[in-house]
DNA sequence: TAAGATAGTAACTGTTTACTATCTTTACTG
DNA sequence: CAGTAAAGATAGTAAACAGTTACTATCTTA
């Protein structure tokens, strides 16, 4: 089934770790994992993870980089060759929801590290990821603007923000109980 | 202006903890708030908090305690005597944001605690409070329903989830920059 | 105004944390 | 197939944490 070699290569070892801390995050608080929990849950001793990354906060900030390359070219794919910008922002709707469905821990972990004080790398990728999709919803409401499908009076960074909001509320939302609300 | 006692009744003393705990939290990630941050914040040492609170999860519970009163009878009151349910919504989220940027701290501790795993008596507490929320949001959506000014045809508990999730999203959003977007 | 009760201090405890130093095992290469 | 470099295990460290303890200062009231 799984491979029983015990040593893996170093960015093979790194691509488990972050898979690690994403599992992990979707059933503990992210600010309660520690490197002693991740590295119990990839079958290592704590200190194996130091070989490949120099601290905990690089190995936040590579699980960062991991969720924002993937919820991007997810829901870039999910738009891609849609004509309509509404249709395709609901595509990008519906394809964010799976995507977190698939990975609960990936809303917890951004949650987490919005919150916290300091402008740590991570949280700087956090926000940057966030950034980027808001200008894609811009992009695909100034779309609509021009083709007539939406109002022209809307105020695109209002909406932007509203959407994204929306988003990130209903899935808090749906973190606190079950989650087949849509 | 301030007493220069340093003794104060428990209550009080209580009341001076609560308060303290909701300041930091509006500058720093309600996880990391120590028992000695708290006693740094209002003068006094770190031991003696353990004099008026049997644990450290006990300050948390009566901070959401206060959050969940407050917070209530605010939109409560700024209901009050509002005869169209649509616009006593649309008083109540104002009061919302109101209370909200008054103690940026309330959102940052509901939102820590939510996503917390164990069951604690303060997450429970948080949880709670979102229901009598979402109580109060149904109730005014129903009456809309019945006076005409809701369509009848909307599901009053999707719409009540949507309301509440738009506020934390938005919450969460403004948390994220400056604040003015409204 | 003295006695008891209440509130606060300072120093300490055991545990947990991220991180490190040293030794051992594995897998690749000439 | 021997030698070696990468990967892991073992066993630490210092700092930070919640909570405790022995003592002291301050209020209250009879």
Redesign the interface.
């Known amino acids: 089934m799984d491979s029983p070699s015990k040593h893996l290569p170093a960015d093979e070892r790194r691509a488990v770790t972050i898979e690690a801390v994403v599992e992990l995050a979707g ?6 994992i520690t490197t002693a929990a991740i590295a119990k849950h990839m079958n290592v001793t704590q200190g194996a993870l130091f070989r490949h990354f120099p601290s905990k906060e690089a190995i936040w900030q590579a699980v960062m980089a991991w969720m924002a390359e993937r919820l991007l070219s997810r829901i870039d794919l999910a738009a891609q060759g849609i004509k309509s910008p509404l249709e395709a922002m609901r595509a990008m709707f519906m394809s964010h929801v799976e995507f977190v469905i698939e990975h609960p821990g990936v809303p ?1 972990m951004m ?2 590290e ?4 300091e402008a740590s790398p991570a949280k700087r990728m956090a ?1 940057t990821l ?1 950034q980027r999709y808001a200008e894609r919803i811009r992009a695909r409401i100034e779309a609509g603007k021009a083709g007539g499908e939406i109002a022209a009076d809307v105020d695109t ?2 909406a932007a ?2 959407f ?7 899935v ?2 749906s ?2 109980s079950g989650d087949i ?1 849509r």
Request: proline share 3%; charged share 15%.
């Open positions: 059933s503990i608080n992210p600010s309660e917890r949650f987490g919005l919150q916290r004080a926000q966030i960074q209002a923000t509203l994204i909001g929306t988003i990130q509320g209903l808090m939302q973190m606190l609300e």
